[in-house]
């Protein structure tokens, strides 16, 4: 399936810590995705975005650092938030908008982690 690159706002990308934000997702019916997300135990989660073209679905989740929090570790912390789509998913793909990467459904994999993979090297 070929994705439109505008959706993606460029190529993959990780930020610049390396993470992909959104790492799965659960379809909880054919309009109403579950992201499972990964932030920092110091950040608060304020909400989630899609944007919805013919050809894919980028999602997104509002995560800030709470700027009041005294002790912060550096550990992640998952959590899940829905979001409802317009359309149907059907056969769209899902692509964290962080890292532009795509995402799997109810899957442990985080695809940002093999960007660099080379097989000859391993």
């Known amino acids: ?6 959706v993606m706002g460029g190529p993959p990308r ?15 019916t054919p309009t ?23 050809e894919a679905v980028v999602v997104d989740v509002d995560v800030r650092r709470d700027d009041n929090a005294e ?12 979001v409802t789509l317009r359309e149907r998913l059907g056969r769209r793909v899902v692509l964290d908008s962080s890292s532009g990467v795509p995402l799997l459904p109810q899957s442990d994999v985080r695809l940002v982690e093999f960007q660099k ?5 391993s």
């Open 32 to 54: 109403e995705l579950q992201l499972s997300y990964m932030h920092g135990t110091c950040d608060t989660t304020y909400g989630s975005r899609v944007r919805e073209t013919p």
């Open 1 to 6: 399936m070929a994705v439109d690159p505008a």
């Open 117 to 121: 993979y080379d097989p000859r090297r």
């Open 71 to 82: 002790v912060c570790t550096d550990m992640g912390k998952t959590d899940r938030i829905c």
């Open 14 to 28: 990780p930020l610049d810590d390396g993470i992909q934000e959104v790492h799965t997702y659960e379809v909880r």
